[in-house]
């Protein structure tokens, strides 16, 4: 059975960090891409970023790019997001979920994790 679980939410100031990790099992990371997807309070889903085992490649949404990047630990099962600068507007629920591919709809994603929330405050 694909698991994945989100984790390492929590309250920031404006300016800080968090390191999100997004465990997984059942599935193997080389065949597969593994995505951050965020849900802001009255906004819809988005896309956040993106690492493709499959083809080696990282996508980043327009807004964080340059403050957060994408990592893996394929020993762990695990995928990093670390979020750097972090602004208001950061704040949402984040979710990890399963691609073939990295991109941006969000019906190409699959076994989605609970979520872990990420506040910042000004």
């Known amino acids: 059975e694909v698991q994945l679980q989100a984790s390492g939410g929590g309250l920031v100031q404006s300016g800080g960090s968090l390191r999100l990790s997004c465990a997984a099992s059942?599935?193997?990371?080389?065949?597969?891409?593994i995505g951050w997807i965020r849900q802001a309070p009255g906004k819809e889903r988005e896309v956040v970023s993106c690492?493709?085992?499959?083809?080696?490649?990282?996508y980043y949404t327009d807004s964080v790019k340059g403050r957060f990047t994408i990592s893996g630990d394929n020993a762990k099962n695990t995928v990093y997001l670390q979020m750097n600068s972090l602004k208001d507007e950061d704040t949402a629920v984040y979710y990890c979920?399963?691609?073939?591919?990295?991109?941006?709809?969000?019906?190409?994603?699959?076994?989605w994790g609970l979520g872990t929330l990420v506040t910042v405050s000004s």
């Open positions: 979920a399963i691609n073939t591919i990295c991109g941006t709809s969000l019906f190409a994603y699959s076994y």
């Open positions: 690492i493709s085992y499959s083809d080696n490649t990282a």
């Open positions: 059942g599935v193997t990371f080389d065949d597969y891409a």
